[in-house]
């Protein structure tokens, strides 16, 4: 078989649009009747999905493939980085955990590497119409260019093209796109063939004369200039940064949900269904401010640090304001890194992420967790303790154990139980992501609190991708960014 066309997007920095606009394109390909693989040689995101061949990869590469309707792979981003600390992070290759390494011991890492980056994308060519790649950060860290994977050092090395995206909405979209040409190494350069001004509020005709400016300084041809598109908040996002974006008010919600933004939170979009519904009231809470006495529910999401993200809520004093709600008969819900800080101690024998020892968790459930290097990747499905069915996944390491687990939050399908609850129901635990994105699970959620689900989330997802799809058709030449693809 022929090997696919592939064009890569590559950015001036980190949140510039990558992922959206490679699902957006994706979803359009596919319109069209093509098949398209997402492809993302190195990705750093504690936001990462079960694949169908059993490993994880890259929250935005799991909904790069659903745009694409296709499974989602592990060869879609062969590696993926999971910060676990300020200079340290877990590697994850081709789906499963390689190792862990400091940031300038990972530096040396990465010729080695570089084979199961080729290896995954020479796969994914060979059963594709075209492969779209995102690149990582920002072209223009000419620093970390030497042994580079994730953009120009993947490109030179697969000689594909690439399209270089800038953010207007951050300012400064002319001296970014300028200055990446200034700094690039001339043989990096010679491989970019256009680009695209993304995230455009205003007339577009007031622009024109910076497109052309670009234009002539780069040698680049403008490839279009795209509208800020405000149903992505409707997406999972790729990473945290998507936190600090503001969401819309919520004044006639009924239902508030407050979660605790702790520095190694991860799969925080378990909550995006939630912010999803119109009478839920999501409400971020970052460190130093305190948790709002009058939320209903308090959701400790997940934590790929969740020794050093227990200190920090300590230190933050939201260990006190989840006492005092719970003293006032509020429901709290802990999600796998959550469920286990809600325990009486975790316990790290190995090491896994940090000095070995035992730490107090919150006492909030009477059960202990054991941190082991086996990590556990698993689709799943069952039914709740209040008889609500389910699907999700489960990514974790470690085993919980104790008398309230003998309470399981959840049957799982094949009988045996998952998670606890305390003796009074007010505390529950799972290691099960994804539950509320199941429309059954998050209808019986807001039942518990006289709450009513409005929205289907599937197929809002799906109308939203196909709207992304729509929108970067109106403002790119499809038809030209095939023509570039080789």
Same mark, same amino acid.
């Given at each position: 078989?022929?090997?696919?066309?592939?064009?890569?997007?590559?950015?001036?920095?980190?949140?510039?649009?990558?992922?959206?606009? %490679?699902?957006?394109?994706?979803?359009?390909?596919?319109?069209?009747?093509?098949?398209?693989?997402?492809?993302?040689?190195?990705?750093?995101?504690?936001?990462?999905?079960?694949?169908?061949?059993?490993?994880?990869?890259?929250?935005?590469?799991?909904?790069?493939?659903?745009?694409?309707?296709?499974?989602?792979?592990?060869?879609?981003?062969?590696?993926?980085?999971?910060?676990?600390?300020?200079?340290?992070?877990?590697?994850?290759?081709?789906?499963?955990?390689?190792?862990?390494?400091?940031?300038?011991?990972?530096?040396?890492?990465?010729?080695?590497?570089?084979?199961?980056?080729?290896?995954?994308?020479?796969?994914?060519?060979?059963?594709?119409?075209?492969?779209?790649?995102?690149?990582?950060?920002?072209?223009?860290?000419?620093?970390?260019?030497?042994?580079?994977?994730?953009?120009?050092?993947?490109?030179?090395?697969?000689?594909?093209?690439?399209?270089?995206?800038?953010?207007?909405?951050?300012?400064?979209?002319?001296?970014?796109?300028?200055?990446?040409?200034?700094?690039?190494?001339?043989?990096?350069?010679?491989?970019?063939?256009?680009?695209?001004?993304?995230?455009?509020?205003?007339?577009?005709?007031?622009?024109?004369?910076?497109?052309?400016?670009?234009?002539?300084?780069?040698?680049?041809?403008?490839?279009?200039?795209?509208? =800020?598109?405000?149903?992505?908040?409707?997406?999972?996002?790729?990473?945290?940064?998507?936190?600090?974006?503001?969401?819309?008010?919520?004044?006639?919600?009924?239902?508030?949900?407050?979660?605790?933004?702790?520095?190694?939170?991860?799969?925080?979009?378990?909550?995006?269904?939630?912010?999803?519904?119109?009478?839920?009231?999501?409400?971020?809470?970052?460190?130093?401010?305190?948790?709002?006495?009058? &939320?209903?529910?308090?959701?400790?999401?997940?934590?790929?640090?969740?020794?050093?993200?227990?200190?920090?809520?300590?230190?933050?004093?939201?260990?006190?304001?989840?006492?005092?709600?719970?003293?006032?008969?509020?429901? %709290?819900?802990?999600?796998?890194?959550?469920?286990?800080?809600?325990?009486?101690?975790? &316990?790290?024998?190995?090491?896994?992420?940090?000095?070995?020892?035992?730490?107090?968790?919150?006492?909030?459930?009477?059960?202990?967790?054991?941190?082991?290097?086996?990590?556990?990747?698993?689709?799943?499905?069952?039914?709740?303790?209040?008889?609500?069915?389910?699907?999700?996944?489960?990514?974790?390491?470690?085993?919980?154990?104790?008398?309230?687990?003998?309470?399981?939050?959840?049957?799982?399908?094949?009988?045996?139980?998952?998670?606890?609850?305390?003796?009074?129901?007010?505390?529950?635990?799972?290691?099960?992501?994804?539950?509320?994105?199941?429309?059954?699970?998050?209808?019986?959620?807001? &039942?518990?609190?006289?709450?009513?689900?409005?929205?289907? =989330?599937?197929?809002?997802?799906?109308?939203?991708?196909?709207?992304?799809?729509?929108?970067?058709?109106?403002?790119?030449?499809?038809?030209?960014?095939?023509?570039?693809?080789?």
């Amino acid at each position: 078989m022929a090997a696919a066309r592939a064009l890569m997007f590559q950015g001036t920095g980190s949140d510039v649009g990558k992922s959206l606009i %490679v699902a957006g394109l994706a979803r359009a390909f596919t319109l069209r009747g093509l098949a398209v693989r997402p492809f993302k040689p190195q990705n750093m995101s504690n936001n990462a999905a079960v694949t169908a061949d059993g490993g994880e990869i890259g929250r935005a590469q799991a909904l790069q493939a659903r745009a694409a309707r296709t499974p989602a792979s592990i060869h879609m981003n062969p590696v993926l980085l999971k910060p676990q600390s300020e200079i340290g992070a877990q590697i994850v290759v081709q789906g499963r955990v390689y190792g862990s390494a400091k940031a300038a011991a990972y530096q040396q890492m990465k010729n080695d590497l570089l084979p199961f980056v080729l290896d995954s994308f020479t796969r994914l060519r060979s059963e594709a119409d075209i492969v779209l790649i995102e690149g990582a950060g920002s072209a223009a860290e000419v620093n970390l260019r030497a042994n580079d994977i994730a953009n120009m050092g993947f490109a030179r090395a697969a000689a594909v093209p690439v399209v270089l995206i800038g953010d207007i909405d951050r300012g400064g979209v002319i001296a970014s796109l300028v200055g990446t040409k200034a700094v690039l190494a001339p043989e990096d350069a010679a491989l970019v063939c256009g680009f695209i001004v993304n995230k455009f509020r205003g007339d577009a005709a007031l622009f024109a004369a910076g497109m052309e400016r670009i234009a002539q300084a780069t040698g680049w041809q403008a490839l279009g200039l795209v509208p =800020y598109f405000a149903d992505a908040r409707l997406l999972p996002a790729e990473d945290a940064l998507a936190l600090e974006q503001n969401r819309p008010s919520k004044p006639q919600a009924r239902l508030r949900i407050a979660v605790p933004i702790l520095p190694h939170i991860a799969n925080f979009d378990d909550l995006d269904p939630l912010d999803a519904e119109p009478s839920v009231d999501v409400v971020r809470v970052r460190l130093g401010a305190a948790l709002p006495g009058d &939320a209903d529910l308090i959701v400790l999401p997940g934590s790929k640090a969740t020794i050093a993200d227990l200190a920090a809520l300590r230190t933050a004093g939201f260990d006190i304001d989840i006492a005092a709600h719970r003293r006032r008969g509020g429901m %709290v819900l802990g999600l796998c890194g959550g469920f286990q800080m809600l325990g009486r101690s975790i &316990a790290d024998p190995g090491g896994i992420e940090g000095p070995p020892g035992v730490v107090e968790g919150l006492g909030l459930l009477d059960v202990a967790t054991t941190l082991s290097a086996e990590k556990r990747l698993e689709p799943v499905r069952g039914t709740t303790s209040d008889g609500a069915p389910f699907t999700g996944y489960e990514m974790h390491m470690g085993v919980t154990e104790g008398p309230d687990c003998a309470r399981p939050f959840a049957r799982l399908a094949d009988g045996s139980p998952e998670g606890a609850v305390s003796a009074d129901s007010r505390v529950l635990g799972t290691y099960v992501h994804g539950l509320f994105a199941d429309d059954r699970q998050r209808a019986a959620w807001l &039942a518990r609190f006289q709450g009513t689900a409005t929205i289907a =989330y599937d197929v809002l997802v799906e109308r939203t991708l196909d709207a992304l799809a729509a929108h970067l058709a109106a403002h790119l030449d499809l038809d030209r960014l095939l023509t570039l693809a080789r």
